[in-house]
C-alpha cells in the first residue's frame, strides 16, 4: 500500500512538472521577435452633417465634418484635398485662406468645418477626400448646388 502512495505522489510530482515546464516553455517560445507589435493602420469612416442642395453665387455653405477612425494609434495623421469639377468656388477652413484643388493638406482637428463659397451662377459639384498617413483614402461627398434663382 505504501508503494502505491509513494508511486501517486513521484506520478502528481511528475505531472506538475511537465506542467510547468510546458508553461515555461509557452513564455519562451511567444517572445522569439524583439519588438512589440502594434497595430498602426486603422480604417476610418467620415461623417458629414447634411447641407442645403442649393446654393446662390455669393453664398456661403458650411459643412460639418467628422472622423470617426475604429481604433487609435496617436501618430495617425488625417489630410485633405478636394477637386471642383463644375462650377465655380472656393473651399476653406474657418480663418484660413482657401484650399486650391488637388493639393494635400494636415487637418489637425478630427472634427472640422468647411466653408464653400459660390463664385458662379451655374450647377457645382466637388469631391472630398479625407487620407490618413497609412494609405487609407475616403471619398467623403459630392456637393452639387444650383442657383437659388433656378429652383
Keep these: 500500500m505504501k508503494n502505491l502512495i509513494n508511486i501517486k505522489k513521484h506520478f502528481i510530482a511528475a505531472l506538475y512538472l511537465m506542467a510547468t ?3 515555461v516553455e509557452l513564455c519562451f517560445s511567444s517572445c522569439s521577435e524583439d519588438e512589440l507589435q502594434v497595430q498602426k493602420n486603422f480604417p476610418f469612416e467620415v461623417q458629414i452633417m447634411p447641407v442645403s442642395k442649393y446654393i446662390a453665387n455669393g453664398e456661403t455653405v458650411e459643412i460639418r465634418c467628422r472622423i470617426i477612425p475604429f481604433g487609435n ?6 489630410f485633405f484635398r478636394y477637386f471642383q469639377s463644375d462650377g465655380k468656388g472656393t473651399l476653406r477652413l474657418f480663418n484660413e485662406p482657401p484650399f486650391l484643388p488637388n493639393d494635400s493638406y494636415l487637418l489637425a482637428e ?3 468645418r468647411l ?3 459660390s ?5 457645382q459639384s466637388f469631391d472630398i477626400w479625407i487620407s490618413d498617413n497609412m494609405g487609407n483614402e475616403k471619398l467623403t461627398i459630392q456637393f452639387s448646388p444650383q442657383n437659388a434663382g433656378t429652383v
Design 21 to 23: 515546464l510546458f508553461a
Design 73 to 78: 494609434y496617436s501618430e495617425t495623421e488625417y
Design 110 to 112: 478630427k472634427e472640422f
Design 115 to 117: 466653408y464653400y463659397t
Design 119 to 123: 463664385e458662379s451662377t451655374v450647377s
